[in-house]
């Protein structure tokens, strides 16, 4: 489950980059998660686009690693994207009232086992 | 640390007969457990029918339940904790699937879980465990907290029946 949480960073050119992420992002694999964010906020990247369609459960320590890259993009003065969620994903955002304060693909992709 | 060590004790009572029967188990607050009660989780959720948004909710506030006793009740050590669940008829002749937690940690929460509901989230200043204090509110359909002479005692319902 959560040892099997994978990170692919996709650079799209100089100024826009895709991290592919895909597994369980629990208290227990969200700090990787932000060892692979972190560097992604440089002066020079405009796009930074977190891929979630291989995230199939996400909880708190997930979406405050997540507010932190939005913490991190507004000080770079870049884009930071989430794309891809799950309905239970995005579930967990509107729970905790920050499905608008991101900046969100519309896609909801299908679950899985659907 | 090993299995043995974290599970001390599984029991399932009133199964025999039905399929709507009660699980309660007594483990160690460690990083591992977490396994056990989502797999505690699915059993119960699909007992319930629950579809699998409703599940998520529910894996959801139990998670993050066991993860603020672990780190704010035992301040990440190991210590008690008991978990029951088993789905009840409310007085409204509703089914609710329900989680009590039982810790044993010496100093009471002082907080109050419907404060924690109507709170909003700071972004520029996330307070983590307030984010999940949060989540188990807003998933969970009724959160109650009480403070013990010897710890504290949490119950979280989530309704069977309800459409999302």
């Known amino acids: 489950m959560d040892a099997n949480l994978k990170f692919t960073r996709h650079d799209q050119n100089e100024t826009q980059v895709v991290l592919q992420v895909d597994g369980d992002v629990t208290i227990h694999t969200s700090p990787r998660m932000r060892d692979q964010l972190k560097p992604l906020f440089t002066a020079t990247m405009k796009e930074i686009r977190v891929e979630l369609n291989g995230v199939d459960f996400m909880d708190s320590s997930g979406i405050a690693t997540l507010v932190e890259g939005l913490q991190w993009a507004r000080l770079t003065g870049g884009r930071f994207i989430l794309s891809g969620l799950s309905e239970n994903v995005r579930d967990v955002f509107a729970l905790a009232k920050l499905d608008t304060v991101f900046d969100i693909d519309a896609n909801v992709i299908e679950e899985k086992s659907a | ?164």
Not at chain 2, 66 to 77: D, L, P, Q, T, V
Not at chain 2, 88 to 109: I, M, N, P, T
Not at chain 2, 123 to 129: A, Q
Not at chain 2, 132 to 155: M, P, Q, T, Y
């Open chain 2, 1 to 164: 640390m090993t299995a043995s060590k974290c599970i001390q004790d599984v029991s399932f009572s009133e199964c025999e007969s039905s399929h709507v029967g009660k699980l309660h188990l007594q483990i160690n607050c460690n990083s591992d457990c977490i396994y056990v009660l989502r797999s505690m989780v699915a059993v119960m959720t699909t007992r319930a029918c629950m579809e699998a948004r409703q599940s998520n909710r529910v894996s959801i506030a139990v998670d993050e339940l066991f993860a603020n006793i672990s780190k704010h009740a035992y301040g990440g050590k190991a210590g008690r904790v008991e978990l029951e669940t088993f789905i009840e008829v409310d007085a409204h002749g509703e089914q609710e699937l329900v989680f009590d937690f039982r810790d044993y940690a010496s100093l009471g929460w002082k907080g109050s879980m419907e404060e924690a509901a109507e709170r909003s989230i700071d972004v520029e200043n996330l307070c983590p465990g307030g984010l999940g204090l949060k989540l188990i509110c807003s998933a969970a359909d009724h959160c109650e907290h009480e403070v013990l002479s010897d710890g504290n005692h949490w119950r979280l319902k989530f309704c069977i029946n309800k459409s999302l």
